[in-house]
């Protein structure tokens, strides 16, 4: 856990501190609005599911998006605000790292012991996500991305994103 965050924190202060080229100054300086639709998988007990990620971005500054993930996994439904870090981008390639936390709702069991928590009781409980990897690539309109991290989206994200 500290290697990654070590790893990461190289990776954004080297990214906060390089020299811009024209093209990177032309591509980030307009204003971004982004949807993005994504998948993972995610490992509950004993077994994967898959989740599904709506996304959206704004462009707060330079190198930094804000905006709000809503997801779906089996009977569970997921709202979470998140945090893009950009530390590298040439062309049509953006390399950044992501934070999420939010919320979990879901009609479900965790455990064994129905008193406690039988089935159809309402789960809801905080989630989060982190990414310290994560790529972008694609023209000015429509990219696909992969993250790769730990949280509510799983391991492993890929999904595509569209400029408006």
């Known amino acids: 856990m500290r290697v990654v965050i070590k790893i990461s924190a190289i990776f954004i202060i080297a990214g906060l501190f390089n020299e811009e080229v024209k ?13 993005s639709l994504a998948g993972g998988l995610v490992r509950g007990t004993g077994s994967y599911s898959d989740v599904a990620i ?22 569970e439904y997921i709202i979470a605000g998140s945090t893009d870090f950009v530390y590298s981008q040439y062309r049509s390639v953006e390399w950044y790292w992501t934070v999420s936390a939010g919320y979990r709702k879901g009609n479900g069991s965790y455990s064994s012991n129905k008193e406690l928590n039988g089935d159809g009781e309402y789960l809801r409980h905080f989630v989060y996500q982190v990414n310290p990897i994560a790529m972008r690539i694609g023209n000015g309109q429509v990219s696909g991305f992969g993250e790769l991290g730990w949280g509510y989206k799983g391991l492993l994200n890929l999904g595509a994103a569209f400029k408006f």
Do not use: F, P, T
């Not at 093209?23 to 949807?35: D, G, H, V, Y």
């Not at 996304?55 to 905006?67: D, F, H, M, V």
């Open 23 to 35: 093209a990177q100054k032309k591509i980030s300086s307009e204003r971004l609005n982004m949807i």
């Open 54 to 75: 709506l996304g959206y971005r704004y462009q707060l500054l330079e190198k930094i998006r804000a905006g709000a993930d809503l997801g779906h996994a089996k009977r």
